[in-house]
């Protein structure tokens, strides 16, 4: 199975760590979050993986080449222009042929079932299939009665995107997790719609003009922190 690991970003939030290093290196109980990430794919099964970079690319190209983690990587360099989490999928899609792949952001540490994930995903026949659960957050996803992705709504704004939204009763709100996977048909909408610029993914997922089968999947119980930021960070390192 391929994995994608989006370890590209600036992370402005973990100044001063990123002043000298990228963010995906930040160290969790003393190991990187990279390293963490890698490994919780392949434990379970993922035996390909691609990583973008950015910031400080070259110390995550020389971590990488240094050690063996037991699958194979790949990177998709993003050096010359950093492409966002849209654009960079877009880039990097050449190397995952016509198979699905499970995109997870390099700061986000869980006890997901990414396994799982994948498993529900291929069975489902959708484009594509988004890890969501119900725990607090001022932003959450809006599926319909059966999973289908229906729009997103800012809790403490009041805002809807798309703005055409209309509710139904039986729509329910869960978090993103800032994991999914992303078939061949909706990797290839994506760069339809956008072209190889950069592009956050919420622009596509939220697109009124998607025609790709986007669902959710709710997994109960899911311990997630996004160590992003300093004071998640110190409480990954309290766990």
């Excluded at 001063?16 to 919780?40: D, F, N, Q, Y």
């Excluded at 319909?144 to 709504?153: A, N």
Aim: hydrophobic content about 40%.
């Amino acid at each position: 199975m391929k994995a994608m690991i989006l370890a590209a970003g600036l992370g402005t939030r973990l100044k001063p760590w990123t002043l000298e290093h990228p963010k995906a290196l930040v160290p969790v109980k003393g190991v990187p979050m990279l390293e963490r990430v890698i490994c919780s794919l392949r434990e379970q099964g993922f035996d390909e993986i691609v990583v973008n970079v950015h910031h400080f690319g070259e110390q995550i190209v020389e971590f990488l080449s240094s050690r063996d983690f037991g699958v194979a990587t790949y990177i998709s360099d993003e050096r010359e222009e950093l492409l966002d989490t849209g654009g960079g999928l877009v880039k990097a899609s050449p190397l995952f042929g016509e198979e699905p792949v499970l995109v997870h952001n390099v700061d986000i540490l869980s006890d997901a079932d990414l396994g799982g994930l994948m498993d529900i995903h291929l069975s489902s026949g959708r484009d594509g299939t988004l890890l969501v659960s119900d725990r607090e957050s001022s932003r959450k996803l809006i599926f319909g009665r059966d999973m289908e992705l229906r729009g997103w709504h800012h809790l403490g704004e009041g805002r809807y995107r798309p703005e055409s939204y209309m509710g139904a009763h039986d729509d329910r709100e869960f978090a993103f997790s800032g994991i999914y996977v992303a078939g061949p048909a909706m990797r290839e909408e994506m760069k339809k719609m956008f072209g190889e610029q950069k592009f956050p993914i919420m622009d596509y997922l939220l697109s009124e003009r998607v025609i790709s089968t986007l669902a959710g999947v709710v997994q109960p119980g899911l311990r997630l922190i996004d160590i992003g930021k300093p004071d998640t960070l110190q409480q990954a390192n309290l766990l």
